[in-house]
T-cell receptor
Framework: DVKVTQSSRYLVKRTGEKVFLECVQD?????MFWYRQDPGLGLRLIYF???????EKGDIPEGYSVSREKKERFSLILESASTNQTSMYLC??????????????FGPGTRLTVT | GQNIDQPTEMTATEGAIVQINCTYQ??????LFWYQQHAGEAPTFLSY??LDGLEEKGRFSSFLSRSKGYSYLLLKELQMKDSASYLC??????????WGAGTKLIIKP
């Protein structure tokens, strides 16, 4: 079974703190994604990566950065957390180029609260 | 641009059938996904349609009409455990997913 794990289920941070969210997948997927999910809105893509050390901005990259030093690990960094970054953060992974399997597999999510 | 619409909330009765619609507008299309998400949990894959027609998978079926920009998810023999949000997602020309806001399905006994 594909497994995507995230470092924390719940996290509370103060405004201005640097926050690291870690994601690890065990299926040798090329693609990895970071989304945030807020009530009434669809999942919004923050960043994605299709290879080690590669990263692409999604729809809402402002205030975030990412790191992909190893194929299985994709980190999301909030350089200086703000209250409007309070949200559910979901990591996902998928194969790069399988015509029948663009399915994304999700981690359990990290509910981040910034006070 | 791209746009996806699905109802915010639906209510159905245990044992019945429910159809959740999704309409979309896009300039590039590489398929449409349905995911299920229970409260507080991660989305899980249900179906993928890239050609017109109905795909059946047990109690769940998904339909696509590309010319109409329309899809639906059909759930039969509803069970209480089907109470969840159902997310429609469009794969665009860059193979990125554009997500609808989700439909919260409430099942009543």
């Amino acid at each position: 079974d594909v497994k995507v794990t995230q470092s924390s289920r719940y996290l509370v941070k103060r405004t201005g703190e640097k926050v690291f969210l870690e994601c690890v997948q065990d299926m040798d997927h090329e693609n990895m994604f970071w989304y945030r999910q807020d009530p009434g809105l669809g999942l919004r893509l923050i960043y994605f990566s299709y290879d080690v050390k590669m990263k692409e901005k999604g729809d809402i990259p402002e205030g975030y950065s990412v790191s992909r030093e190893k194929k299985e690990r994709f980190s999301l960094i909030l350089e200086s957390a703000s209250t409007n970054q309070t949200s559910m953060y979901l990591c996902a992974s998928s194969f790069l180029d399988r015509a029948s399997s663009y399915e994304q597999y999700f981690g359990p999510g990290t509910r981040l609260t910034v006070t | 641009g791209q746009n996806i619409d699905q109802p915010t909330e639906m209510t159905a009765t245990e044992g019945a059938i429910v159809q959740i619609n999704c309409t979309y507008q896009t300039s590039g299309f590489n398929g449409l996904f349905w995911y299920q998400q229970h409260a507080g949990e991660a989305p899980t894959f249900l179906s993928y349609n890239v050609l017109d027609g109905l795909e059946e998978k047990g109690r769940f079926s998904s339909f696509l009409s590309r010319s109409k920009g329309y899809s639906y998810l059909l759930l039969k023999e509803l069970q209480m455990k089907d109470s969840a949000s159902y997310l429609c997602a469009l794969m665009d020309s860059n193979y990125q997913l554009i997500w609808g806001a989700g439909t919260k399905l409430i099942i009543k006994p």
